[in-house]
């Protein structure tokens, strides 16, 4: 049975998020505070983490930045009353890979819960790169000389699947599924939201990497030729 992290201060809530995923067959532990549950992450191995923003010692955000500064990439979803467009900004760009606003239902919660289960785990053995990009898959960061972006969970899979085609196209289903899983639900602009933000990172990075799009085929990416 898969081990879930909950960082929960309201005790009501938290034992209502308890019951809806024991139903669905995962087990949980219960926090309240980021300094335990720092520790709780340090001995225990947990297959996804729950994190409120809003905690007695700090904005739960601050865990999930820690977690991806040293390479650990349990998924995170955000639980939150901030709804704001620039707070889910924020926490997708600090390496959050969902985002639940309460008030929220407890079916959604454990489908989301289960979407996170169900991802590709990021493998760290190599240092891929395409052309002047090297990702970095300890800290999730793209860079290109001395410059360097973060890049949520799912751009930065669906880059490594880009790159280790070398140039070759891959079709949307296959960076869908390196993106969110096989049997996620996507929603039919996902995929083309993320190529447009990861699109915008190359130029931001002042990088000659591109991602085309071959109609028909899939997307590949490929390097402008040099002045």
């Known amino acids: 049975m898969q081990r879930i992290l909950l960082l929960e201060d309201h005790p ?40 409120d923003r809003g905690l007695p010692d700090g904005d739960g955000l601050q865990l999930v930045r ?3 500064q040293v390479g650990n990439h349990v998924p995170c979803l955000l639980l939150t009353a901030r709804d704001a467009l620039h707070d889910r900004v924020e926490g997708l760009e600090s390496g959050a890979d969902d985002y639940l606003c309460k008030p929220f239902s407890m ?5 989301r819960t289960r979407a996170l ?8 053995e190599l240092v891929p790169h395409f052309g002047d990009v090297r990702l970095d898959p300890a800290r999730l960061l793209a860079s290109c000389e001395d410059r360097s972006t973060n890049l949520p969970r799912g751009e930065f899979q669906i880059m490594l699947t880009l790159f280790k085609a070398n ?14 899983g096989q ?22 990075l002042c990088s000659t990497v591109r991602i085309t799009n071959q109609r028909g085929v899939g997307y590949a990416v ?3 030729p040099l002045a």
């Open 107 to 111: 079916d959604e919660l454990v489908a």
């Open 66 to 68: 820690r977690l991806r």
């Open 12 to 51: 009501r809530l938290a034992a209502l998020i308890m019951q809806a995923v024991a139903a669905a067959g995962i087990e949980c532990d219960w926090l309240e505070r980021l300094g335990p549950a720092w520790w709780a992450l340090q001995g225990q191995e947990y297959s996804a983490i729950l994190v």
């Open 167 to 180: 140039g070759m196209p891959v079709s949307r289903r296959a960076l869908e599924a390196a993106a969110w």
């Open 117 to 124: 289960l169900r991802r590709p785990p990021i493998r760290t």
């Open 222 to 224: 490929n390097q402008l």
């Open 183 to 204: 049997l996620e639900p996507v929603t039919p602009n996902a995929l083309d939201v993320a190529l447009h933000r990861l699109r915008k990172k190359l130029e931001i």
